[in-house]
């Protein structure tokens, strides 16, 4: 099983959203968050399903943001905090 968009979509659209939606018939938003890796969840197709989900998909709006992805460094983080910090933007490969 492969974990990129289109199983999450999956997920999403056959048991996560309609258990929601079964369980709490009120909510109107769910809020997803998830690392910024463009070949998972950072690519046009998963911003198109996202985008059409209140009208097409389930009805809900769903809120999807993204933080730092950080997957080979495991002593300090990257990015623009660590930037900010004084830190290199990146930290050497372990």
């Known amino acids: 099983m ?6 999450i979509q999956k997920l999403l659209d056959n048991f996560i959203l309609p258990y929601i939606k079964k369980v709490a018939p009120t909510v109107a938003h769910v809020y997803v968050r998830s690392d910024g890796c ?3 969840f950072k690519c046009a197709n998963n911003f198109f399903w996202v985008s059409r989900q209140k009208v097409e998909g389930c ?4 809120h999807w943001s993204f933080f730092e992805s950080c997957h080979r460094v495991l002593l300090r983080p990257r990015g623009r905090h660590a930037q900010e910090r004084g830190e290199p933007a990146r930290a050497p490969r372990l």
Do not use: E, R, S, Y
């Open 2 to 7: 492969q974990h990129d968009n289109a199983m």
């Open 38 to 40: 463009k070949a998972q």
């Open 59 to 62: 009805g809900l709006t769903i």
